[in-house]
């Protein structure tokens, strides 16, 4: 299934690298595809959004869903 995050919150490509560890740490198998520059997070992964949103909000980012 795929998740598609807008981080506003996330400037630089250090973010984005927290944000994929992030989500890794919950599941190591997901795809996670970052654009800076658009601040979108796009994740392939078999958990809900809200575990994914999760992850991301614990690492100090804020996901909007879309």
Not at 17 to 23: C, S
Not at 25 to 30: R, S, T
Not at 39 to 63: C, F, H, M, N, W
């Amino acid at each position: 299934m795929t998740t598609i995050f807008t981080v506003n919150d996330m400037t630089c490509n250090h973010c984005a690298g927290v944000i994929t560890k992030a989500v890794k740490a919950v599941d190591a198998n997901a795809g996670v595809d970052i654009t800076v520059a658009d601040k979108r997070v796009v994740i392939d992964s078999a958990l809900p959004a809200q575990s994914l949103a999760d992850a991301i909000e614990d690492a100090g980012y804020t996901p909007v869903p879309g």
